[in-house]
């Protein structure tokens, strides 16, 4: 079982540009959740998806962040004209069902960087 | 609102037990997790809690008390490689699904 697989590990990306982190769930989890962590706020929920439908996005900003999780392949969290205060540490987290009674598994998370 | 509050800092002495708490005021109460990241690395899954009392995994140990919205997590016999952010976290109703609200950890250094 190759846990959830994030990628890249690391991104960075002028101010302006678009950037694209992917992650895919532990083999037989159908639920995604994306969390930003910066270094003096702790992890903030950002949204939770299953499989081709997003079921709570109230922790997305409501411009230029989106998010899917397609019925084929991995989810993906897209940051466009990304600014400066969108460094962070992205992490995604997978469960296989909505009321996980023994936690999340967490990916490595992806470190994005805007220049 | 939402509130979850755990020391920032904590120092120990390696083979030493040392007790991080966590208190909480949330609304819809449906479990206490900790987590163990170390720097630059995902949080991995420590332990979970629902209902009072004690619940024991071999170093590793968490209490919940719900009535007062408090948990603590107990490490005993510290090694050098405990030394990690633990961050307590909650699961509260949200409309028809449930979401994990996060401390911001407590940073721990185990020192020889």
């Known amino acids: 079982n190759a846990g959830v697989m994030q990628n890249p590990r690391h991104l960075v990306r002028r101010r302006g540009q678009e950037a694209r982190l992917r992650c895919s769930p532990m083999?037989?989890?159908?639920?995604v959740y994306w969390y930003r962590q910066l270094p003096e706020e702790g992890l903030k929920f950002m949204v939770y998806l299953q499989k081709e439908n997003i079921i709570d996005e109230s922790g997305m900003p409501k411009e230029r962040f989106s998010a899917e999780f397609p019925k084929e392949g991995p989810s993906i969290l897209r940051i466009q004209q990304v600014v400066r205060g969108d460094s962070a540490a992205y992490f995604c987290a997978s469960s296989p069902d909505k009321r996980p009674n023994y936690g999340y598994t967490f990916g490595s998370g992806t470190r994005l960087t805007v220049v | 609102g939402q509130n979850i509050d755990q020391p920032t800092e904590m120092t120990a002495t390696e083979g030493a037990i040392v007790q991080i708490n966590c208190t909480y005021q949330t609304s819809g109460f449906n479990g206490l997790f900790w987590y163990q990241q170390h720097a630059g690395e995902a949080p991995t899954f420590l332990s979970y809690n629902v209902l009072d009392g004690l619940e024991e995994k071999g170093r590793f140990s968490s209490f919940l008390s719900r009535s007062k919205g408090y948990s603590y997590l107990l490490l005993k016999e510290l090694q050098m490689k405990d030394s990690a952010s633990y961050l307590c976290?909650?699961?509260?109703?949200?409309?028809?699904?449930?979401?994990?609200?996060w401390g911001l950890g407590t940073s721990l250094a185990v020192n020889p």
């Open positions: 976290a909650v699961r509260v109703n949200a409309g028809n699904n449930r979401k994990l609200i």
């Open positions: 083999k037989g989890h159908s639920h």
